[in-house]
Each structure stands twice: as structure tokens, then as C-alpha cells.
């Protein structure tokens, strides 16, 4: 089973451990720090779209890309609930394609991780230099080697919920720095039954060096990065960084 099929109806149920109104506020500090405050801003591997609908409620006009249909299903009801003008995109991150350029891209959740091959990664920053306005900012998180190494690399972690269980064992692989996540779901139906389901996910493990290399390739500059979702420098044992970036080569309308 491809990832994220059974798993988004219960993304959000095992992501509350997640605080996205401090990461959308932090977030949303960031962008009007380089006098990004409205217009377009893509949310690239948005799932079931929440940060999206944060900064939606934000004052920003979103768009939403990520390659689950059924991740943005989950995005699309939240949508019908809302009433936020959202555009939701089923594309994949490496390919994506926009109507026109937006004033910044964000991409939470280490959703850049699932880019397993260092082409793909950098595929997906090329598009973002060329989708982003003159100067527009690209900030994105993803997670460390020290996390797959040493705190869920070859660990098992279960959780036992009402309507929902999973067991996650994770086997990380040092050659080629990819962590396999078999995830075993149980998932309650109406019956009160549960049903049992599998999925297969992999993410690679990036350093800051191949990252900044990788968005140096793609002709965006590289500007910050910190532990994750603060302003403090990266750590030895930081689990997740925050990278922002920006839109190098074109030329505003007033040089033009």
C-alpha cells in the first residue's frame, strides 16, 4: 500500500501532539519579517491541510500541493467546514506546476524529507526559485540525521487510541541515510470493529551542508537556519531545522 492512503484518516488524530498555532504564528512572524504580510503563498506537501488553513485565516490566499489523493481529501472536507478559498493541487512536490508565481512557499511536517534522491530535492527547490516572486521567501523544515539516528531509527512506537492504534517500526539504513517507517493501523469502523491496514514510508535523512549545496544548485540563496520553529542555532541533538531561503535571478517589475 502507497503511503498515506488508510493513514489520513487518522493523520490529524496522531499529529496533536504537534502545536501548528505556534508554528503558523512563527511562521507568519517570519514572512512579514521580509514584508510578506498577503498574496499567494503555496503550502508544498500540505496533507490534510492544516497549516494551510492557518494561514489562510492569516490573511493570505493559499495554495495547497501534495501527492495523496486521499490526504487532500482530508484537506478538502476541512475546506467544506471552513468555507476558506483554498486551491488544492494533486501534484507531487518535485513536479509541481502553478499557474504563476506566488510570494513565498512553505513546507512543514519534514514533508521534504519523503524526497528520497538528492535529484528529486533538488527538482522541487529549482521549481521553487522559478515559482517564487522576485526575492519571495522559501522556508521549509525538515528532519535531522540525529533524529533518525538516534531517536526513532531502528525503534518501535505505538499508540493506543479510542477510534485508532498504530505500531511504527522504523529501520534506518546509515549508507544511504533513508529511514523505512512501516506503520500497522487499526482503525475503529462504524461497526466498532477495527480494521487492520499497512503502509510502507520512507524519508531520507539530509545534512545542513547537502541542503544549503542543494538550494545553492538551484539558484536560491540561502539565508537562515535554525532550530526548528525558534531562532536558536542548530543544535548536535536538534530534531528538526527550519531552513529559509530566497528567490535569486529574476529581476522586480521596477528593474525591469
Same mark, same amino acid.
Given at each position: 500500500?502507497?503511503?498515506?492512503?488508510?493513514?489520513?484518516?487518522?493523520?490529524?488524530?496522531?499529529?496533536?501532539?504537534?502545536?501548528?498555532?505556534?508554528?503558523?504564528?512563527?511562521?507568519?512572524?517570519?514572512?512579514?519579517?521580509?514584508?510578506?504580510?498577503?498574496?499567494?503563498?503555496?503550502?508544498?506537501?500540505?496533507?490534510?491541510?492544516?497549516?494551510?488553513?492557518?494561514?489562510?485565516r492569516?490573511?493570505?490566499?493559499?495554495?495547497?500541493?501534495?501527492?495523496?489523493?486521499?490526504?487532500?481529501?482530508?484537506?478538502?472536507?476541512?475546506?467544506?467546514?471552513?468555507?476558506?478559498?483554498?486551491?488544492y493541487?494533486?501534484?507531487?512536490?518535485? $513536479?509541481?506546476?502553478?499557474?504563476?508565481t506566488?510570494?513565498?512557499? +512553505?513546507?512543514?511536517? =519534514?514533508? /521534504?524529507?519523503?524526497? !528520497? @534522491? #538528492?535529484?528529486?530535492?533538488?527538482?522541487?527547490?529549482?521549481?521553487?526559485n522559478?515559482?517564487?516572486?522576485?526575492?519571495?521567501?522559501?522556508?521549509?523544515?525538515?528532519?535531522?540525521?540525529?533524529?533518525?539516528?538516534?531517536?526513532?531509527?531502528?525503534?518501535?512506537?505505538?499508540?493506543?487510541?479510542?477510534?485508532?492504534?498504530?505500531?511504527?517500526?522504523?529501520?534506518?539504513?546509515?549508507? $544511504?541515510?533513508?529511514?523505512?517507517?512501516?506503520?500497522?493501523?487499526? +482503525?475503529?469502523?462504524? =461497526?466498532? /470493529?477495527?480494521?487492520? !491496514? @499497512? #503502509?510502507?514510508?520512507?524519508?531520507?535523512?539530509?545534512?545542513?551542508?547537502?541542503?544549503?549545496?542543494?538550494?545553492?544548485?538551484?539558484?536560491?540563496?540561502?539565508?537562515?537556519?535554525?532550530?526548528?520553529?525558534?531562532?536558536?542555532?542548530?543544535?548536535?541533538?536538534?530534531?528538526?531545522?527550519?531552513y529559509?531561503?530566497?528567490?535569486?535571478?529574476?529581476?522586480?517589475?521596477?528593474?525591469?
Amino acid at each position: 500500500m502507497e503511503a498515506y492512503q488508510e493513514f489520513a484518516r487518522v493523520y490529524d488524530m496522531f499529529q496533536d501532539n504537534i502545536d501548528y498555532e505556534a508554528w503558523g504564528t512563527y511562521l507568519c512572524q517570519t514572512l512579514a519579517e521580509y514584508h510578506i504580510k498577503d498574496g499567494l503563498v503555496l503550502d508544498l506537501g500540505c496533507g490534510t491541510g492544516t497549516m494551510t488553513e492557518y494561514l489562510s485565516r492569516a490573511g493570505y490566499d493559499m495554495i495547497g500541493v501534495d501527492n495523496s489523493e486521499d490526504m487532500l481529501s482530508e484537506a478538502i472536507d476541512k475546506r467544506s467546514d471552513s468555507g476558506l478559498d483554498i486551491l488544492y493541487l494533486l501534484q507531487d512536490m518535485q $513536479s509541481f506546476e502553478l499557474y504563476g508565481t506566488v510570494r513565498a512557499i +512553505i513546507s512543514t511536517c =519534514d514533508s /521534504l524529507n519523503y524526497l !528520497t @534522491e #538528492e535529484e528529486d530535492l533538488l527538482s522541487a527547490f529549482r521549481l521553487a526559485n522559478n515559482y517564487l516572486d522576485p526575492q519571495g521567501l522559501f522556508i521549509f523544515d525538515m528532519n535531522t540525521p540525529y533524529k533518525y539516528e538516534t531517536l526513532i531509527g531502528n525503534a518501535t512506537i505505538a499508540e493506543n487510541r479510542d477510534d485508532a492504534s498504530f505500531i511504527w517500526e522504523n529501520t534506518y539504513d546509515p549508507g $544511504s541515510a533513508i529511514n523505512e517507517y512501516a506503520l500497522t493501523l487499526f +482503525i475503529r469502523r462504524e =461497526d466498532g /470493529l477495527y480494521e487492520k !491496514t @499497512e #503502509e510502507y514510508h520512507y524519508q531520507k535523512a539530509y545534512t545542513p551542508d547537502q541542503v544549503k549545496a542543494l538550494l545553492a544548485q538551484a539558484g536560491l540563496e540561502f539565508l537562515a537556519v535554525y532550530d526548528a520553529y525558534t531562532k536558536n542555532p542548530p543544535a548536535p541533538d536538534s530534531s528538526r531545522l527550519l531552513y529559509i531561503a530566497r528567490e535569486r535571478g529574476k529581476k522586480k517589475p521596477a528593474d525591469a
